[in-house]
């Protein structure tokens, strides 16, 4: 068998719209990292991964290929593992929102910590963007869910991203991948189990929009 033909028994023709899609992917830590995994051997091959930061010890409870490249850039490394990826080397905050062309991608996928970049990434992009909320002090996986942005709950910082987009007058819908489960610590420990898949549901959420909308 080839690398993608069981993939293609489960998406049959839709699988083309994969191979033609055109992805940026804000953030490749511990929940972008596994959506990239995910996103690219379902046959993704057009993504552009936005990070500035690099591998060290704490990454590797939770973030892809981390132990392989302590002190690397993690755009470089995972370029190792992922050929045909586009990298960016850049801090994501609003000001580089605001300058940057989001035009050409199909879906805007974000896994950044940062509250004002993802408020401005939200008004800048909603109608393409998948946005990751909190993964972290969590240890329920099966708690992970995807919906609407303003049908959210259980998560202080999706809380937080809600109040903010209200008092800027926003009032638009874009998918959220949010935990139900309330934090069970207040320091920001994380367990893979639950970042993982918050990672693996925005790339399941991501081919599901990527097979509606092409």
């Given amino acids: 068998m080839q690398k993608y033909d069981r993939i293609k028994l489960v998406l049959k023709d839709d699988f083309s719209k994969l191979e033609d899609a055109k992805i940026l992917l804000l953030g490749v830590g511990g929940v972008g990292s596994f959506c990239l995994d995910c996103l690219y051997r379902s046959g993704v091959k057009d993504i552009t991964i936005v990070d500035f930061d690099t591998y060290d010890k704490s990454n590797q409870n939770r973030q892809m290929w981390s132990e392989l490249h302590e002190g690397e850039t993690k755009v470089e490394a995972l370029k190792e593992h992922y050929p045909e990826l586009h990298v960016i080397n850049r801090r994501i905050d609003e000001a580089w929102v ?4 989001f035009e050409p991608y199909d879906l805007v996928l974000d896994a950044i910590d940062d509250r004002n970049a993802k408020l401005a990434i939200a008004q800048k992009c909603h109608k393409k963007l998948i946005s990751s909320f909190g993964s972290a002090k969590r240890l329920d996986p099966t708690k992970v869910q995807v919906g609407d942005i ?4 259980g998560d202080k910082f999706g809380a937080k991203i809600r109040y903010e987009l209200k008092k800027r007058g926003f009032n638009k819908k874009y998918k959220v991948i949010f935990s ?8 920001k420990g994380s367990f893979m189990g639950v970042t993982a898949t918050f990672g693996l549901t925005m790339c ?4 599901k929009k990527i097979r509606e909308e092409k």
Avoid: L
């Fill in 98 to 101: 605001q300058e940057f062309d």
């Fill in 204 to 207: 399941a959420e991501a081919i």
């Fill in 150 to 153: 303003w049908k959210s709950y």
């Fill in 180 to 187: 139900s489960e309330e934090a069970v610590i207040k320091e």
